[in-house]
């Protein structure tokens, strides 16, 4: 199976502050990533997909880039709404995979 | 508005059966592949188990291989996991999960269902 791993596993950010999270896929995912957020006792929410396309509805703050194996994902200007966990997941190759998850903290 | 009710979920004892069913609404059931995915208290998802539109193709993570049975009825509009032989590893909140491509497996997932925990403990 295609092996995930996001980084950093958590930090603290303040509100305004541009945060980039990355992801890197063990083997060449062409652009088949997804990216969630998930808030405590909430299911995930799909943010980004095909590496970069914004689901509808999601803030334009939002933003995703990367093929192959590396990927980003942006927040531009972090809002108080957007301190979660975020995941990202592959769906080159199935079974699909998900990364560890990176917690995005208050400072 | 789509949505997703699982149900079935519950404490188990160690080398028991569960059955978990996913009550679909709100889009053409039969036109989309879905999934399961679980999180185990307090860590990361886990993708489990997938299943194409038609019920012809079938994945599952290694770690429940031969143990999980995904099927699904296009009639009825709901999505089952047959678990069997579970573990103290299994216990976690299962989701139901919509593919966002429309008759294609491999896409992102882009509904869930609201989750039911499944606890595995003698």
């Known amino acids: 199976a295609i092996r995930m791993t996001q980084s950093p596993s958590s930090f603290s950010a303040s509100t305004g502050d541009r945060v980039t999270i990355t992801c890197r896929a063990s083997q060449a995912i062409g652009t088949y990533l997804a990216w969630y957020q998930q808030k405590p006792g909430k299911a995930p929410k799909l943010l980004i997909y095909?590496?970069?396309t914004l689901e509808s509805g999601v803030p334009s703050r939002f933003g995703g880039s990367g093929s192959g194996t590396d990927f980003t994902l942006t927040i531009s200007c972090l809002q108080s709404d957007d301190f979660a966990t975020y995941y990202c997941?592959?769906?080159?190759?199935?079974?699909?995979?998900f990364g560890g998850g990176t917690k995005v903290e208050i400072k | 508005e789509v949505q997703l009710v699982e149900s079935g979920g519950g404490l188990v004892q160690p080398g028991g059966s569960l059955r978990l069913s996913c009550s679909a609404s709100g889009f053409t059931f039969s036109s989309y592949a879905m999934h399961w995915v679980r999180q185990a208290p307090g860590k990361g998802l886990e993708y489990v188990s997938g299943?194409?539109?038609?019920?012809?193709?079938?994945y599952y993570a290694d770690s429940v291989k031969g143990r999980f049975t995904i099927s699904r009825d296009n009639s009825k509009n709901t999505l089952y996991i047959q678990t069997s032989s579970l573990r103290a590893e299994d216990t976690a909140i299962y989701y139901c999960?919509?593919?966002?491509?429309?008759?294609?497996?491999?896409?992102?997932?882009?509904?869930w269902g609201q989750g039911i925990l499944v606890t595995v403990s003698s």
């Open positions: 999960v919509k593919g966002r491509g429309l008759g294609v497996l491999s896409s992102p997932l882009d509904h």
């Open positions: 997941q592959q769906y080159y190759n199935y079974p699909s995979t």
């Open positions: 095909a590496a970069s």
């Open positions: 299943i194409s539109n038609n019920g012809g193709t079938t």
